[in-house]
């Protein structure tokens, strides 16, 4: 068993990732359904937080069936933490998750996100300030530095240690690498073999198939793994990777049965929880993910990105159901350059 604070994960957890307009509760509830132990909000500023920000706001919702959930929030100023903190204190999350990784330069020049590999001292004064102005356990998902010849995850992972963090997720790229070339998980290894370190170490990136993930176990040693791109459109991958984990063998794909029914749970929960227009536009990015591998999809989904009503996307789908009734899906391959997300 895996303990981050108060909260119990089984061996060798599954994390969902935090991820910019993805992570929502919609999708983190079809996560859930099909086997991620812990997920992460979307990642919120700290400053929209205290400025009341309708949309950051929006992100602290919640709901029972998905715990344990972590609310992840960044910036780069020491009181906007610690007040942002405290906000998050107030919906009673299982834990607080600090980004130290995303790349992207609207975060970056803030002097957010991975801009803080830049500078560990700020990165401790922050973490610090999160620590002492919350309850709940703080975590933190950070890269391995900022470019190749500044690769100092070890440093981090100790020092923040040191202040009180109670779990380190590390995305094996720098943050000059965004998302381009191979994760490179070995300064990962080193951290969790590093006998100065007692939290769970988790390793994030590239992860895009059971036979990975049972990999990348074994070669890495980390205490679990964290999903990103791969869960977009296909949450099965959790079920899929538990499944291999236990038993050395391949989960059958799920059928265009199971995989209409998650569309449909997911659709309807977006349109409960953001409004009948902003749900169905928003669901609109997925059903290219979640139809992957049917051939000759083009103009079912057509009239998916068109239609209006929820009635009329039932319908739509009914109809999906009955022509690719017994349609043998292959394993999936995972596009990671085509799946594109904020996250660190």
Same mark, same amino acid.
């Given at each position: 068993?895996?303990?981050?604070?108060?909260?119990?994960?089984?061996?060798?957890?599954l994390l969902l990732a935090p991820m910019e307009d993805v992570s929502d509760p919609p999708f983190r509830a079809v996560c859930k359904d099909n086997g991620a132990d812990l997920m992460y909000t979307e990642f919120i500023s700290s400053e929209g937080l205290i400025r009341d920000a309708i949309k950051s706001r929006q992100k602290l919702d919640i709901f029972e069936e998905e715990r344990p959930v972590g609310i992840q929030i960044f910036g780069g100023d020491e009181e906007a933490m610690a007040l942002s903190a405290q906000i998050v204190d107030t919906v009673n999350p299982d834990l607080l998750d600090i980004n130290f990784g995303c790349p992207v330069k609207k975060v970056v020049t803030k002097g957010a996100g991975a801009a803080v590999l830049k500078d560990i001292d700020q990165m401790v004064r922050l973490t610090k300030a999160c620590v002492r102005s919350t309850r709940l356990p703080v975590t933190v998902k950070t890269r391995l530095g900022w470019d190749h010849d500044s690769i100092n995850i070890m440093e981090v992972a100790e020092r923040l240690q040191d202040v009180g963090i109670h779990a380190l997720a590390i995305?094996?790229?720098?943050?000059?690498?965004?998302?381009?070339?191979?994760? &490179?998980?070995?300064?990962?290894?080193?951290?969790?073999? &590093?006998?100065?370190? &007692?939290?769970?170490?988790?390793? &994030?990136?590239?992860?895009?198939?059971?036979?990975k993930a049972v990999a990348y176990k074994k070669k890495y040693g980390v205490d679990g793994i964290m999903i990103g791109r791969a869960a977009i459109g296909y949450p099965w991958i959790f079920r899929e990777i538990k499944h291999f984990i236990a038993t050395g063998e391949m989960h059958a794909p799920p059928s265009i049965e199971e995989r209409v029914v998650v569309i449909r749970k997911h659709l309807h929960q977006s349109v409960a929880w953001k409004g009948l227009v902003p749900g169905i536009n928003e669901m609109r990015r997925h059903y290219n993910n979640y139809l992957k591998g049917l051939p000759n999809i083009k103009e079912f989904r057509?009239?998916?990105?068109?239609?209006?009503?929820?009635?009329?996307?039932?319908?739509?789908?009914?109809?999906?159901?009955?022509?690719?009734?017994?349609?043998?899906?292959?394993?999936?391959?995972?596009?990671m350059d085509n799946l594109a997300y904020t996250c660190g």
């Open positions: 068993m895996i303990k981050i604070g108060s909260v119990s994960l089984p061996d060798f957890p995305h094996g790229r720098t943050r000059s690498q965004l998302y381009k070339g191979e994760a &490179n998980w070995d300064p990962i290894a080193r951290v969790k073999d &590093n006998p100065r370190i &007692n939290i769970p170490i988790f390793g &994030n990136g590239d992860i895009d198939s059971p036979q057509a009239k998916l990105v068109t239609e209006k009503t929820l009635e009329s996307i039932d319908a739509v789908l009914d109809e999906i159901v009955a022509t690719y009734a017994g349609y043998a899906f292959e394993p999936r391959g995972v596009d």
